[in-house]
């Protein structure tokens, strides 16, 4: 069993200002309830998929986990505002199936919880905060940005139009020129060290670790390219032949590909997005060569940005996601712990529907390799 140093967060200064904070509370909670208030009530009902959420139950969820943290100290037997909110909204309770069938509060009633909450925070927030305060609205903060971006990527797995404006445009489309770069046989840092500001558990600790000579692709797989290799004789005809990913399609001779209620003519020179880690390696396989690891993809990304082109996607990588040595859980016990099954890819990098405030080099992204209905990518490594 892993340790659980609850007090771990006291180590993650500087912590922002409770002005910082009340503006990032209020910038992400905004883009919530316009999600909501703007939804048509038809849009409340959602396939009963692993990959989605009830709308109503994302929502009240998200609030009750603010509360939680904040204002009923992480204590079940501190009432909540909202009556069966721990039943409904505990993540870690309610199994996801029975989000579909346990009846829900109104919307109404939920944007009531919600404003009741946030304005206590934001009451809060009027005067200087205590450091244990500074941690858990940044958590509550952070979740809720997660929970919003959540909503991008069900909206276009589903063909919805865009629940919200992104944060930063899709990267532009790159030229086809490729260049592999050479990064020397060296010892680097990976994990995150004690004042570094706001981290997650499974960064824990800063260490040293030696990383192999290797070259990496200048940029990220392109649709050009996995439109050549899905096409290919050998992908056709082999016996786990790779399918196209399930939001482009084929009309005529013209492929095209969709940006949530959108059909737009493919751009080969754009970069390719929604493909699977367990896609991406047969991608790798037929070009003989690999995904990088997490520590070779954050190299990367330490570089001035004119040596290499971002995706503005989150880009799956051949770590597995697993505990760095010293790792112990933070007060909220679930986030990475009970992940580390052996079943999850660490992506690196950050999303059009990501802010800034979470594309940190050290933030460790996961999902199940299956999946594509998130806004990932990849790039390559010479084998
Ligand atoms: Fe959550």
């Given amino acids: 069993m892993p340790n659980s140093s609850a ?15 009340s503006e990032w509370l209020e910038e992400s909670n905004g883009i919530t309830r316009h999600i909501l208030e703007n939804m048509p009530a038809a849009d409340h009902v959602v396939p009963q998929l692993n ?31 909202l009556k069966d909110a721990d039943y409904l909204f505990n993540s870690s309770e309610i199994a996801h199936q029975d989000r579909w069938t346990t009846p829900m509060p109104s919307l109404e009633s939920l944007l009531e919880y919600n404003h009741n909450i946030i304005s206590s925070t934001q009451e809060l927030l009027c005067k200087p905060i205590d450091n244990k305060t500074a941690y858990f609205v940044q958590l509550a903060i952070l979740h809720q940005d997660m929970h919003n971006e959540a909503f991008a990527y069900m909206w276009q797995t589903m063909g919805r139009s865009k629940p919200f404006e992104a944060f930063s445009k899709s990267s532009k489309p790159l030229a086809n020129a490729q260049t592999w770069i050479h990064f020397p046989e060296s010892s680097v840092e990976a994990g995150s060290q004690q004042g570094s500001g706001f981290i997650f558990d499974n960064e824990k600790w800063l260490h040293s670790i030696h990383l192999p000579a290797f070259d990496i692709s200048s940029r990220p797989v392109i649709n050009g390219d996995y439109l050549e290799f899905i096409e290919s004789p050998a992908n056709k005809s082999g016996i786990k032949t790779v399918a196209p990913p399930s939001h482009w399609k084929k009309d005529g001779d013209i492929w095209l590909e969709r940006f ?10 754009s970069t390719l997005r929604h493909v699977s880690y367990l896609d991406a390696l047969r991608f790798c396989e037929h070009h003989q060569v690999r995904l990088p690891n997490e520590h070779e993809l954050s190299q990367l990304m330490r570089q001035p940005g004119i040596a290499w082109h971002a995706s503005n996607l989150w880009e799956w990588t051949s770590s597995t996601f697993a505990p760095f040595p010293g790792f112990s859980t933070d007060p909220y016990v679930d986030y990475s712990q009970p992940w580390f099954d052996g079943t999850y890819q660490v992506l690196k990098g950050g999303s059009p529907f990501t802010p800034d405030r979470l594309k940190r080099i050290g933030f460790r992204n996961f999902y199940q390799g299956h999946r594509s209905d998130h806004f990932c990518g990849f790039r390559t490594c010479l084998l």
């Fill in 260 to 269: 949530f209620n959108e059909w737009l003519p493919l751009n080969p020179a």
């Fill in 7 to 21: 007090n771990d967060y006291l180590l993650y200064f500087p912590y922002p200002t409770a002005s910082t904070l």
């Fill in 51 to 81: 990959i989605l959420n009830p709308p109503l139950w994302e929502f009240g969820h998200l609030t009750w986990f603010h509360e939680f943290w904040i204002h009923r100290d992480g204590q079940v037997d501190r009432a909540s505002y």
